[in-house]
């Protein structure tokens, strides 16, 4: 199976900029997918295939992918953005969900 | 708009079989395959397998063959998940999700807990 690593959690001030990664063996020739998680709601996708933004979701967020880190980049964070993050990627016919990172707002 | 909307919650004794149901509207049922996943207290998400619903076709998490079985009803525009011979740590909040060309799930139904206790 492919694994993903994901950071446990970051912290980020409110209005500035987090970035949450998700490492893999040459994670960039994969599409990676990005999920928010907020407590007690099913998950809601927020970038897919490393750059695009489904409808609905803010210019602040934006994703990249190269060598073995693809990234997640949240600018101007508020306090509405903190939740769990996943990556995830298809992979042999099966789907590797990253451990999810916890970003916190201060 | 697209909907998915799941069966309410379940409690099973250890090795029973449940079946939850996720009823799809909004869109062309038959474009889409249908995914099932997982996730336990606390935990991450786990990925179960998934159902074209345009032929039936499957593919299931190697974790779960042989327990787990997934179709889907094109004249009600619902998918199901089967889950069989239970046990404890299948306790789990259980999503269906819509799946894009490219296996990303761009639509989640609302989460279907499943309790497995004696």
């Known amino acids: 199976s492919y694994d993903l690593t994901q950071p446990l959690s970051v912290s980020v001030a409110l209005g500035q900029t987090a970035r949450i990664t998700c490492g893999g063996n040459?994670?960039?020739?994969?599409?990676v997918h990005w999920y928010q998680q907020k407590p007690g709601q099913a998950p809601v996708l927020v970038i897919y295939?490393?750059?695009k933004r489904p409808s609905g979701i803010p210019e602040r967020f934006s994703g990249s992918n190269s060598g073995n880190t693809a990234t997640l980049t949240i600018s101007r964070a508020q306090a509405g953005d903190e939740a769990v993050y996943y990556c995830?990627?298809?992979?042999?016919?099966?789907?590797?969900f990253g451990g999810g990172t916890k970003l916190t707002v201060l | 708009q697209v909907q998915l909307v799941q069966s309410g919650p379940e409690v099973k004794k250890p090795g029973a079989s449940v079946k939850v149901s996720c009823k799809a509207s909004?869109?062309?049922?038959?474009?889409?395959?249908i995914s099932w996943v997982r996730q336990a207290p606390g935990q991450g998400l786990e990925w179960m397998g998934w159902?074209?619903?345009?032929?039936?076709?499957?593919n299931y998490a190697q974790k779960l063959q042989g327990r787990v079985t997934m179709t889907a009803d094109t004249s009600t525009n619902t998918a199901y998940m089967e889950l069989r011979s239970l046990r404890s740590d299948d306790t789990a909040m259980y999503y269906c999700?819509?799946?894009?060309?490219?296996?990303?799930?761009?639509?989640w139904g609302q989460g279907t807990l499943v309790t497995v206790s004696s």
């Open positions: 295939r490393d750059v």
């Open positions: 040459n994670i960039g020739s994969y599409n």
């Open positions: 995830q990627v298809w992979d042999s016919s099966t789907v590797a």
């Open positions: 159902i074209s619903a345009y032929n039936g076709n499957t």
């Open positions: 909004g869109y062309t049922f038959t474009s889409h395959s």
């Open positions: 999700a819509r799946t894009g060309t490219t296996t990303y799930f761009d639509y």
